[in-house]
């Protein structure tokens, strides 16, 4: 190599040990926030809350370290007048680059949510380079944002993380929440033929004692972040809250059931007959009758039996037949029920508006307009269920029955 | 002065040796004259045994035995040289050619010829045979003894497998060739054989299988050795580094091996061996990448189950070329792809290391480069400790003391086993040299340098050409036809033509129907048993 090369060569050498070059950040100059909270002042700026990994005591994760005696996470209150400044203001407070690639949950208040709405909020979101889209979306429910983020959790060491895992597992075994993302709720609030879920959280028990370490300390805990129905959301703002059978109708109709149980009563039992759902699908069809949109919902579900609490004959197929009759009924007045809330509110959570978009384009434009105040509510919707009883579990005949057999 | 200059001065005119002087004097007809010449030229090495016999009294008529002690098969010159003489000494010589009688009735060793200048007399002694010169003649009889004490035919060290031939080649450039010739047992199979390097006159053959193998190659492979004029040549790796077409590249462009099975194998695709006598790697050119990702062995083994180690060797390779750079990209440019558990745990490793990502990574690869280094050349008794001082030392001392992050030994310590399941060491050291600049590359622009240095690096490759033949055939160009024996390996019964990008004079390599079929009917084994077999039922 020639002398002319060598001073260049050596330059270029020095180049990866410089810092501050291009985008290269270490890792340890991250705080990786795994949650974003956002509260609403009095007088109308937005207080954020992060909550950031402090992967020292992440336990498991280095030997050594100070796990499992300090709280795993640590969290950080900012004031501003848009989530970006809020989050600007932080580094006041955080010595390191707040790092929201990693932020999988973002939490809002009930407040927030009602009064002004998640639009503008949603933009800066969306807008930042780091921030996911995938990113969930959950509300606060009868408690302040920051505080919900603050609580600590024990199996999941990032509340965060426990927070998603909870609504992932309540949405495919329960069937009654959704899990909204960043993305999800942007495409429905956007669309004039659907509005957006989000899940709801609560915090159940004493939320000061929940921010120490006393929280992990003891078995029970002080207190429990839990999933709390979902709210309905329209022209980007928090409307009304969808609990219990209702939440569970209003999954059936959106197809997003996975394994749901569905109790019926039994010959005066009331819940006798537990049955757990495997396998659904929903079809809706959209035609126009006589000028006037309607919708049929059809459902189909497959499913085992899983707790049958009063005698009946299960080898029987005609006693089979009967339960399944007894499931279409119970399903059928779910989601009816559903569909007649979300009527009652004006909200087209279903999406029926999107779908007649997708199969009469054309007629679509005169509804859309008025689509959520005075054709949805008007809507005639038809839903129809099939059943069916797949397996019956481990074994034949309840042992009532056979106990009862067996006296006769 | 600069030390440029200085450097031109010293620039000197190439001497010539004094080699060509001997030429000029001929064999003298007095045997006296004759021994004299050669033990002045030998400058009286005692190695050089001279035995003075007479072989007939009237007249009187003597000869000389001259070989070279250790060069030698003892016995041979014993029983069927002096033994043979002695026994055949005439009291009266007829009046017939003194060569003709000793070549029909005295001599009884295999090859006998006649020479009548210095070099070739001296060229054939010093390689072991024995120069018989008689009075009054001036010519010497030169008699094949070549022999004594070589390395036996073992199994290879550097190339080891598990199915085939254990046989490797030996020093032995006589040995090696025969282990092919036992391989091949055809007339086609040429051999040329030279002589290069001024002061070794190091014995080189060059191979090839007349009929398959394109002309051009071989008359390249002869140009290029022909040009050779170097003063010594103590192994093929002296020849490989003075015919390869890149001579300042990173990669290979001449492969070599010690397996006689492998030579075959490339002969019958219509390449060319170098064999040089002293060395018992033989070199085979032309070389194209993916050779180096193939052992005999995959032929030997059913075609999935080598296919999917060829490809993990693929797969290996690139591991060790990019795999620090790698982690060092994501850590410090794309942490967002990293999955936030895995994120966390890493982050918690380095919080308490004190240097960026680069230099930790910088810091376990070159003490990995030490320690394979110490480790490759120390006698086993030694590398042991070496092992423990690696392993426990750097390894945990290194993790313990917060220098570097556990993950990042991990990273390396993959790397290095990538590294060394590259079965060719030639372009596993490649690899090794370029991980640096990746880690460079990756240090400075995350993911982008990365690709930025694997588009320089595939242009790179695809430019090379080895004695003629594309490097990255037969992808670039793309011959879909060879591709069957690339990074996959198709069924035997497939291979059906030989490489196209040798360009082989004969195409066809066998049969287009050597797929196995079953029997057309079970009937026909099973009337086979018979009653009272134990299959019976």
Redesign the interface.
């Known amino acids: 190599m020639s002398r002319k090369w060598i001073i260049p060569f050596f330059m270029a ?1 020095c ?3 410089l ?1 501050g ?8 100059e ?1 705080a ?1 926030v ?1 949650a974003y909270a956002l509260d609403k002042k009095e007088d109308g700026t937005y207080v954020g809350t992060f909550q950031l ?1 402090n ?2 005591n ?1 336990p ?3 030997q050594g ?1 100070a796990s499992g005696q300090n709280p795993s996470i640590a969290t950080y209150t900012a004031t501003g007048d848009n989530p970006l400044e809020v989050a600007d203001r932080a580094s006041t407070i955080v010595s390191r680059d707040l ?1 929201f ?2 932020t ?1 949950l973002l939490v809002i208040s009930e407040e927030l949510a009602r009064e002004e709405g998640l639009s503008s909020i949603l933009d800066a979101m969306e807008r930042g380079i ?1 921030f ?1 889209t995938t990113t969930k979306i959950v509300i606060s429910r009868d408690v302040k944002a920051g505080e919900f983020v603050q609580v600590l959790t024990a199996i999941d060491q ?1 509340p965060a ?1 426990k927070a998603i895992k909870s609504l992932e597992f309540t949405e495919e075994l329960y069937g009654e929440n959704i899990a909204t993302n960043l993305q999800k709720f942007i495409n429905a609030a956007v669309s004039t033929g659907k509005e957006p879920l989000v899940s709801g959280f609560s915090v159940e028990g004493d939320i000061e004692k929940a921010k120490t370490m006393e929280q992990l300390q003891s078995s029970d805990g002080s207190a429990t972040i839990k999933v709390n129905g979902m709210g309905v959301f329209k022209e980007g703002k928090l409307v009304n809250w969808i609990d219990g059978e209702k939440s569970e109708g209003t999954l059936w109709v959106l197809d997003q059931i996975r394994q749901a149980p569905v109790n019926i009563d039994w010959e005066n039992h009331e819940d006798a007959i537990s049955y757990k759902v495997v396998r659904q699908k929903t079809n809706v069809a959209t035609k126009i009758k006589d000028g006037k949109p309607a919708i049929s919902v059809h459902i189909r579900a497959e499913g085992d039996l899983r707790v049958i609490e009063v005698p009946v004959d299960i080898t029987n197929p005609h006693v089979l037949f009967r339960i399944e009759g007894a499931l279409q009924q119970k399903i059928q007045a779910e989601a009816k029920a559903a569909i007649e809330v979300a009527q009652k509110t004006k909200t087209d959570i279903f999406g029926f508006g999107e779908k007649l978009h997708h199969s009469e384009p054309k007629v679509w434009q005169q509804f859309e307009k008025e689509w959520q105040d005075v054709y949805f509510p008007a809507l005639d919707v038809d839903v129809t269920v099939e059943a069916f009883i797949r397996r019956t579990g481990m074994r034949n005949n309840p042992y009532l029955f056979d106990l009862n057999k067996k006296s006769e | 002065m600069s030390y440029r200059k200085l450097r031109k001065k010293m620039h000197y005119k190439e001497q010539i040796p004094d080699s060509a002087s001997d030429t000029q004097k001929s064999i003298d007809t007095s045997i006296t004259e004759n021994l004299n010449f050669i033990k002045q030229k030998t400058g009286n090495s005692p190695d050089i045994i001279i035995r003075t016999l007479a072989i007939s009294h009237d007249p009187k008529v003597s000869a000389a035995i001259i070989h070279v002690d250790g060069l030698v098969d003892n016995p041979t010159i014993n029983e069927f040289l002096v033994q043979t003489m002695e026994d055949s000494v005439q009291e009266k010589l007829q009046d017939e050619d003194l060569f003709t009688v000793f070549t029909e009735k005295v001599v009884a060793v295999g090859s006998l010829e006649t020479v009548s200048d210095w070099d070739t007399l001296f060229q054939s002694l010093l390689s072991g045979d024995t120069v018989i010169l008689l009075d009054g003649k001036n010519e010497a009889l030169i008699a094949s003894t070549r022999g004594g004490e070589r390395r036996p035919v073992e199994q290879s060290d550097s190339e080891i497998t598990l199915r085939g031939s254990k046989e490797g080649f030996t020093e032995s450039i006589n040995t090696n060739t025969a282990l092919v010739r036992r391989i091949i047992k055809n007339p086609n199979l040429w051999v040329e054989s030279m002589n290069l390097g001024k002061q070794t006159n190091t014995d080189l053959s060059i191979m090839y299988i007349n009929g398959i193998v394109d002309e051009n190659i071989v008359k390249e492979v002869r140009q290029r050795l022909g040009r050779v004029d170097l003063d010594a040549i103590l192994d093929s790796g002296y020849i490989e580094q003075v015919i390869e077409d890149e001579s300042s590249g990173l990669f290979p462009t001449v492969t070599h091996t010690e397996r006689p099975d492998a030579v075959a194998g490339n002969l019958l695709e219509g390449r060319v061996a170098i064999f040089v006598n002293g060395t018992p790697h033989v070199l085979i050119v032309p070389a194209i990448m993916i050779q180096f990702f193939q052992t005999p062995e995959d032929y030997y083994v059913r075609f999935p189950i080598s296919t999917l180690i060829r490809m993990l060797r693929v797969f290996m390779f690139l591991i060790s070329l990019i795999g620090p750079a790698f982690y060092v990209a994501v ?3 794309h ?2 792809m990293i999955p ?1 558990d895995l ?9 308490s ?1 004190p240097f ?4 930790e990574a910088l810091i376990m690869e070159v003490t990995f480069e030490i320690l394979r280094e110490a480790g490759l050349r120390m006698p086993n008794k030694i590398s042991a400790t070496i092992s423990i001082v690696g392993a426990l030392v750097i390894g945990q001392g290194v993790i313990q003391a917060g220098i570097v992050s ?1 993950a990042m030994v991990i990273v390396v310590a993959t790397t290095a086993i990538a590294s060394l399941a590259t079965p060719n060491y030639d372009i596993a050291i490649s690899a090794r040299l370029l991980r640096f600049a990746f880690m ?1 590359g990756a ?4 993911f982008y340098g990365i690709i930025l240095g694997l588009i320089m690096l595939i242009v790179h490759l695809v430019s090379l050409r080895s004695f003629g033949i594309p490097y990255m055939a037969p992808f670039a160009p793309l011959i879909p036809k060879s591709l069957k024996d690339s990074i996959m390996r198709g069924p035997i019964w497939s291979f059906n033509e030989r490489p196209k990008s040798l360009n082989p004079q004969n195409r066809v390599r066998q049969g287009t129907d050597q797929k196995p079929l079953p029997p057309i009917k079970r009937g026909m084994m099973r009337a086979e048993t018979k009653e009272g077999d134990k299959n019976e039922s």
């Open positions: 050498a180049l990866p040990f810092s070059c291009w985008s290269s950040i270490e890792l340890k991250l990786i795994s990994i992967p020292m992440v498991g994760a280095l370290g790092y690639a990693h999988s780091e996911r990032v993380e | 850590t410090t440019f942490q967002e936030t994120l966390v745990i890493i982050a918690s490793q380095t919080e290391v960026p990502a680069i230099v556990p460079l240090a400075i622009a995350g």
